[in-house]
């Protein structure tokens, strides 16, 4: 089966393709066995509508291999056949928007500096993933660094990284 693509797609934590089938086909014009085609004048046709993708693995990355499965043939000669994946599809997952952000926190002045945060606040994880698929290490800086005076101050989260996520913080 030829004609078969697959459409790019934003990391959503599946390995699951969606196909364009419209120009799914299987070539007539076999001379000898080795061909890897149809017989002329044999009652043989491809069936597409079963047909699903999937990527691999679930990773970003760009140009990737999508297998596809669930093609059939029909016809009264399609038993004589072995139906193989030749599509070629391949498509890009880019990286999903995963924003981070620093909790407030206030403190009664001690006198003592001010390092640290409030832990952060996550929004963007797909698919029941957490912060454990994140690299790097949570760091804080911004203004309230080492602040003693009171005042009102920045936490600014930083130092987690990601191939599947684009990080904002």
Known sequence: ATGITANDRVYNATTAATLNKSGAAITPGATNSTD??????DAVSLVVSGATGA???KDV??????RVSGLTLTGADRSNYTLKDASGARADITKADLSVTANDDSRVYSGA?????????????????????LGGGLTYGGTSQ????????????????????????
Request: proline share 3%; aromatic share 18%; charged share 10%.
């Open 146 to 169: 080492g602040a003693v005076s009171p005042g009102i101050y920045s936490i600014v989260p930083f130092g987690l990284t990601s191939g599947n996520y684009a990080i904002r913080y």
């Open 113 to 133: 500096a001010y390092w640290g945060g409030n832990g952060v606040t996550y929004g963007g994880f797909v698919n029941g993933e957490t912060a454990a698929v």
């Open 55 to 57: 990527f691999l693995n």
């Open 61 to 66: 990355g760009m140009d990737k291999v999508v």
């Open 36 to 41: 890897k085609k149809y017989y002329t004048g």
